[in-house]
């Protein structure tokens, strides 16, 4: 097979992501997905957020590992997200409820990940709570 020559395969510079990533939306599926523990999803509920963490995941796993940054990610953690990106949803209900919140966590920590390294973090909005004050309460 020939591979056509008008193709361009030039590299994506590293300034641009590879497909666009709407922070919004991923942020309100893990909201959703970490919401799970409130209350009892069907299969079928899990099964959707499921694949739709996976596919933001995926997309979040390749564009930090493709950009540079002064704060490069734990590899180590890199490599189990991977890991466990390749494995589909458990067939029972106790191991979707395990695995749609930890997917979940993953993707936090992709998206916190890639949005400081673009300059791009939004706190989300609301008060901050203080800090607990030290010592027992009586």
Do not use: C
């Not at 994506?12 to 939306?25: C, E, G, H, S």
């Not at 739709?52 to 490069?72: G, I």
Request: no cysteine.
């Amino acid at each position: 097979m020939v591979a056509n020559s008008n193709q361009s395969s030039a590299p994506v510079p590293a300034t641009q992501p590879l497909a666009p990533i709407d922070v919004d939306t991923i942020s309100e599926t893990i909201r959703q997905a970490l919401r799970f523990g409130a209350v009892r999803p069907s299969r079928e509920e899990l099964a959707a957020t499921d694949e739709a963490l996976r596919a933001h995941v995926a997309l979040l796993l390749a564009e930090v590992r493709r950009t540079a940054s002064p704060h490069p990610p734990d590899r180590y953690r890199l490599d189990r997200i991977s890991k466990h990106l390749a494995f589909p949803l458990g067939t029972g209900m106790l191991s979707a409820y395990a695995e749609v919140p930890q997917r979940a966590r993953d993707g936090q920590w992709l998206l916190a990940h890639f949005t400081a390294s673009r300059d791009e973090y939004k706190p989300r909005p609301g008060a901050i709570r203080a800090a607990p004050a030290a010592g027992r309460r009586a």
